[in-house]
């Protein structure tokens, strides 16, 4: 080892270091933007969201020079105790936590919250990059014996059970429908290591069909899938594996359409007005389901191409957009920076998410390849749906935009994600090929 490897900052990625650094900082200036008082204009007012939001952020700073400090080997090695131990805090807080906004998925220590879920996400990142480095999920040969492809099935299977036990447990026990859906975005990094495309096919077409469930009669959607699978019956080569097969994948698609109908039966009241509101079924009332996205909308494009100004916010400063500093902060960029602020930050997002994905494959070590891939597809995730659902593309479930949002839990899962990715790339020398 040379000298300098014993030094905190060696072979750290700046530049992954600095764009984590603006977005902080410009959530903070958001922050304190969204929720601007005259009456108490200092920005260092820990009584108010920037000054608590300050606090955060100098935790997160202690936690990422903490990352750096210590040995890129301790992530591997306690993998699946941190999946353990976040994974059991997310089953506990039901029971032990505080209920806020509705959900008890909070564990509260006075003024300050922690947020059990949001730390399940690098945990889970965690647990997946050590499974599956050591594991294989593709088929070489399509001629691989019976027991290879057996066990090429089973890994597969246990890498699902590690992302969907996460999600399965915070939505069934906390109702944190937004925080469980992210873990969905693991399945990328599934198809990076291997997975075969089919089943992001299949996976596509059930969104298709459950999409369609909501919005044809089921009558007309059976009918159709009897129709495919008769003409399959006729046209296709007459064997005893086709005709399986086509059995399984008519049974599939009937379950997939007979599914979504009875989930959505199952829904809370609000949750299903935001799908109709998505999906344009029936009459929407603006003072009412609309409302939130449509007060996002007025806010993002008042601010025009260069915006209205920092601080000079209407929609946002007098509190017509509900959440604007958490899920709709997005708003306030848009209002007061205008289209050129809005694109700035989502190219700053864009460029740390390349950047991690270049950084991924120059990786020695499957572990440190697969949990950036891991990084990517979370951030990816959160930009994606977070900016979707302020512009009205997708329903509103409450996921807030990475390093923006005012919250604690959010900013330092994030920057733990981001940063043990950082320590394992400076690292990355050191491990032989």
């Given amino acids: 080892m040379r000298k300098d490897e014993s030094?905190?900052?060696?072979?750290?990625?700046?530049w992954m270091v600095l764009i984590y650094i603006l977005l902080v900082l410009m959530g903070w200036l958001n922050i304190y933007a969204a929720v601007y008082n005259e009456e108490h204009s200092n920005i260092f007012d820990m009584s108010q969201k920037y000054g608590k939001q300050l606090l955060w952020i100098g935790g997160a700073a202690f936690l990422a020079i903490l990352i750096l400090i210590i040995d890129s080997g301790f992530y591997t090695v306690f993998a699946y105790i941190f999946y353990s131990f976040?994974?059991?805090?997310?089953?506990?807080?039901?029971?032990?936590?505080?209920?806020?906004?509705?959900?008890?998925?909070?564990?509260?220590?006075g003024d300050?919250?922690?947020?059990?879920a949001e730390f399940m996400k690098f945990a889970t990142n965690l647990a997946l990059a050590k499974f599956l480095?050591?594991?294989?999920?593709?088929?070489?040969?399509?001629k691989t014996n019976l027991s290879s492809i057996i066990k090429n099935y089973k890994n597969t299977l246990i890498a699902g059970i590690i992302i969907m036990a996460p999600l399965i447990i915070i939505k069934l026990l906390q109702d944190e429908t937004g925080l469980a859906i992210v873990f969905i975005a693991f399945i990328a990094v599934l198809y990076r290591e291997g997975l075969s495309v089919n089943f992001l096919l299949v996976g596509f077409l059930a969104v298709i069909l459950m999409i369609l469930a909501l919005m044809v009669e089921d009558i007309y959607l059976y009918t159709i899938i009897g129709a495919i699978s008769l003409l399959s019956f006729v046209f296709i080569k007459r064997n005893r594996k086709n005709l399986i097969i086509?059995?399984?994948?008519?049974?599939?698609?009937?379950?997939?359409v007979f599914g979504a109908s009875y989930v959505y039966e199952k829904l809370e009241k609000h949750q299903k007005t935001r799908i109709d509101v998505l999906l344009g079924r029936g009459e929407v009332d603006m003072k009412k389901e609309g409302y939130n996205v449509n007060q996002a909308k007025i806010a993002i494009g008042s601010g025009g191409f260069l915006g209205k100004g920092y601080l000079k916010g209407t929609q946002t400063k007098y509190d017509f957009v509900p959440e604007q500093d958490t899920d709709f902060i997005f708003c306030t960029?848009?209002?007061?920076?205008?289209f050129v602020g809005s694109a700035f930050v989502i190219i700053l997002q864009i460029a740390l998410m390349l950047r991690v994905l270049n950084i991924s494959e120059r990786q020695r070590s499957p572990f440190s390849r697969i949990y950036g891939y891991g990084v990517a597809s979370i951030l990816f995730f959160h930009l994606a749906v977070n900016i979707g659902m302020t512009i009205g593309l997708m329903p509103v479930i409450g996921i807030p935009l990475p390093f923006f949002s005012y919250g604690g839990s959010s900013l330092w899962s994030f920057t733990i994600l981001l940063f043990i990715f950082i320590k394992l790339d400076a690292n990355r020398l050191l491990i032989l090929r």
């Fill in 333 to 338: 960029v848009g209002e007061e920076w205008g």
């Fill in 86 to 109: 976040f994974l059991l805090a997310c089953i506990a807080v039901p029971f032990l936590g505080r209920e806020v906004k509705g959900s008890k998925s909070w564990f509260r220590f």
């Fill in 112 to 116: 300050f919250g922690i947020q059990p």
């Fill in 7 to 14: 030094k905190v900052f060696y072979n750290v990625d700046r």
């Fill in 246 to 256: 086509v059995i399984l994948c008519t049974g599939l698609a009937g379950s997939m």
């Fill in 133 to 142: 480095s050591n594991v294989n999920l593709k088929v070489e040969n399509v």
